[in-house]
C-alpha cells in the first residue's frame, strides 16, 4: 500500500508533526532502512515487534517497518504503567520493544524480565545507555529492505482490546483485514489524493490506525499528526494552518466542540473559511442532541460510525447524503451484519438482539486464544456482545452492550435508552447508567451524570418518570465531575459499577 502510493506521489507530503513534513518517498526509504535494521536484530515473518510511543513520525515508520518483514506490530497503550505493559509484552511474546525516551526505565525492567523480548529501541535512547538508538538504526542501514512476500493472510498487527468487560486479549488484523477496512471506508467518505486527515486520536487504537493513517495513505492523502488536542488552539490553528479537509475525533470533542462560545472559534464555526469538509465520529456514542447541535452550528456533515477492533475496526457508517441522529448508519461495503436473538435466529426490523457481523474485515482471532475466538466467532459471524436493531432503511441503531443489559423484574433495560433521554436534558452534559444490585430490589437502574451547573435532581428525576416506564427509571441519580474514561473516550461503566457497588447494600427498602 505504502509503496504504490509512493510510486504514485514521491514528493507529495504524507505526514506533518509540528513543523516538520515527510514526503512519500521519505516514508517509504525510512521505513525500508529501519526494516533493514530490525532485520539484522532478527525479527522476521511471524514475530512481533511492540510500538509503545505516542503520534509521531518515528511511531508510523515503526509500524510500516514491521510489517514489511512479515511482522506483526503490537500497539501499547501510553497511558498504561508498567505492569499492564508487561502482560501485553508477555502474552504476545512480543521480540523487540520500541519506546520513547519517558519510557526508557520501565522499558528496561521489563526488557530484564521478559524471555522473548531481545532488543530494546529507544526514540532517541539516552546516553550512555545499553538500548539501541531508533535513528542510528535508521541511519546506520543504508539497505533498503523492500519487504517479504505476504499472501495477505498474516497478522499485520495484534491490538489488545481495552479491556472494559475482562483481560485485555490480542485480536489478530491481518494485512487483508485492514486492507478490506481501508478499501470499503475510502468509497464510503470519498476520500481522494488532495484530502489532509488530522490525527489527533491515538495511534496504538485502531480507530485512529485505520481512519486516521491507513485510509488516508492507501489515497496518497497527508496525515497532520498530533499528540493532544489540549490546549485546542493549537488544533484550531493545525486545521487552518495544513488545509484539513478530515477531522475525526470522539463524542466527547465533539460535545465540547458544539457547547464552546470561546471566541478563537468563530472562524472555524464560518462555513467560507473552514476547510474541513466531512466530521466523522466513532469509538463511542454519538447522542443525537450533540449530533444536531454540532451540524447546525458548523455547517458540514458529521458521520456517525460503529465498530470494534475485532472488525478492522469500521462495521458502519452514516452514508453522506441520508444521515440519521442516533443511528450509526449502514453496513460498509462488503460487510453483513444482523441482530440475532439468544440462539442465534435472525430478528426483524425494530426488534433488539445481538449485532453480529460477516465480512473480509473480521478478524483472524485472538492471539493464543483459541476459546475466546470459538466463543466470538461462529460460523463466520463475528458476535460482537453489543445491542442492536435495524430501522426499515436497514440503518443501525446500538441499544447497549449485552453483559451490560439491566434486568429489572424479569424486565430487560437498555441503559442507552436512559443515556439518550438524558442527554436531551439541557442540564446534562455527560450521562451513563449501570445496573447496580439493591439487596431488596435486586437489580436497577442507576444514573451517573455531569451536569452543565447544578442540577436539580427533583427536577430531573420528574423529568424521566415523565419519559420512561416506571421500571427502567434510575432508581437515583448520582453528579459527578467527570465520568471515567479510555484514551478514546469511551466511558469505563466497569471503574462506575466498581465504586458504587455497596451503594444499596445497607440501605432499607425504599
Not at 57 to 65: I, R, W
Not at 206 to 228: D, E, I, K, Q, W
Not at 230 to 246: E, G, H, Q
Not at 386 to 410: A, H, P, T
Request: hydrophobic letters at 45%; one cysteine or more; aromatic letters at 8%.
Amino acid at each position: 500500500m505504502l509503496d504504490a502510493s509512493n510510486s504514485r506521489f514521491p514528493k507529495r507530503t504524507a505526514l506533518v508533526f509540528g513543523t516538520k513534513k515527510v514526503t512519500y518517498k521519505e516514508l517509504s526509504s525510512t521505513t525500508k532502512r529501519l526494516a533493514a535494521g530490525l532485520s539484522g536484530l532478527g525479527v522476521s515473518c511471524g514475530d512481533k515487534a511492540a510500538i509503545w510511543l505516542p503520534n509521531s513520525p518515528e511511531f508510523v515508520y515503526s509500524f510500516f517497518a514491521v510489517t514489511r518483514l512479515g511482522a506483526a506490530a503490537v500497539p501499547i497503550n501510553t497511558m498504561l504503567k508498567r505492569e499492564e505493559a508487561h502482560f501485553i509484552l508477555e502474552d504476545s511474546r512480543a521480540k523487540v520493544l520500541i519506546v520513547s525516551i519517558d519510557k526508557y526505565e520501565d522499558a528496561q525492567n521489563l526488557l530484564s524480565r521478559i524471555d522473548s523480548l531481545t532488543s530494546l529501541i529507544c526514540v532517541p535512547a539516552p546516553a550512555g545507555s545499553n538500548a539501541l538508538d531508533f535513528y542510528a538504526l535508521i541511519r546506520d542501514n543504508q539497505e533498503l529492505f523492500s519487504g517479504n512476500r505476504l499472501s495477505g493472510g498474516e497478522a499485520a498487527q495484534i491490538v489488545y482490546t481495552s479491556g472494559t468487560t475482562g483481560k485485555p486479549k490480542g485480536a489478530i488484523l491481518t494485512h487483508e483485514n485492514i486492507l478490506s477496512n481501508v478499501r470499503a471506508a475510502s468509497t464510503v467518505f470519498g476520500v481522494h489524493s488532495r484530502d489532509v486527515f488530522l490525527c489527533i486520536l491515538p495511534l496504538f487504537h485502531s480507530f485512529a490506525s485505520t481512519v486516521c493513517l491507513f485510509l488516508p495513505l492507501y489515497n496518497g492523502a497527508a496525515v497532520v499528526l498530533m499528540r493532544a488536542v489540549r490546549p485546542f488552539k493549537r488544533v484550531v490553528r493545525a486545521v487552518f494552518k495544513n488545509r484539513v479537509s478530515i477531522f475525526v475525533a470522539v463524542p466527547a470533542l465533539y460535545n465540547i466542540l458544539a457547547g464552546t462560545k470561546t471566541p478563537f472559534l468563530k472562524l472555524f464555526l464560518n462555513a467560507l473559511v473552514n476547510p474541513v469538509r466531512l466530521y466523522v465520529s466513532g469509538a463511542s456514542a454519538l447522542s443525537a442532541k450533540v449530533w444536531k447541535k454540532f451540524e447546525q452550528r458548523f455547517r458540514r456533515p458529521l458521520l456517525e460510525g460503529y465498530g470494534l477492533t475485532e472488525a478492522s475496526p469500521v462495521v458502519s457508517v452514516n452514508p453522506q447524503n441520508k444521515r440519521k441522529p442516533d443511528s450509526v448508519g449502514l453496513a460498509l461495503p462488503g460487510v453483513e451484519i444482523k441482530i440475532t436473538d439468544k440462539v442465534g435466529k435472525t430478528l426483524s426490523a425494530g426488534e433488539v438482539g445481538e449485532i453480529a457481523v460477516r465480512g473480509p474485515n473480521v478478524m483472524a482471532g485472538y492471539y493464543n486464544h483459541p476459546q475466546e475466538t470459538a466463543a466470538v466467532i461462529r460460523a463466520g459471524w463475528l458476535y460482537t456482545g453489543d445491542l442492536g436493531k435495524f430501522d426499515s432503511d436497514g440503518y443501525l441503531y446500538i441499544v447497549g452492550r449485552l453483559k451490560e443489559m439491566i434486568n429489572v423484574r424479569g424486565l430487560n433495560v437498555y441503559p442507552r435508552e436512559i443515556e439518550d433521554l438524558l442527554y436531551e436534558h439541557s442540564g446534562i452534559k455527560e450521562a451513563a447508567v449501570i445496573g447496580l444490585e439493591h439487596r431488596h430490589r435486586g437489580e436497577v437502574p442507576v444514573a451517573v451524570v455531569v451536569a452543565e451547573g447544578k442540577i436539580d435532581e427533583h427536577e430531573l428525576m420528574m423529568y424521566l418518570r415523565r419519559n420512561l416506564a416506571s421500571y427502567k427509571v434510575p432508581l437515583k441519580v448520582i453528579s459527578r465531575e467527570s465520568l471515567p474514561k479510555n484514551a478514546t473516550g469511551k466511558v469505563l461503566k466497569r471503574e462506575l459499577v466498581e465504586a458504587y457497588k455497596d451503594l444499596f447494600q445497607k440501605e432499607a427498602v425504599a
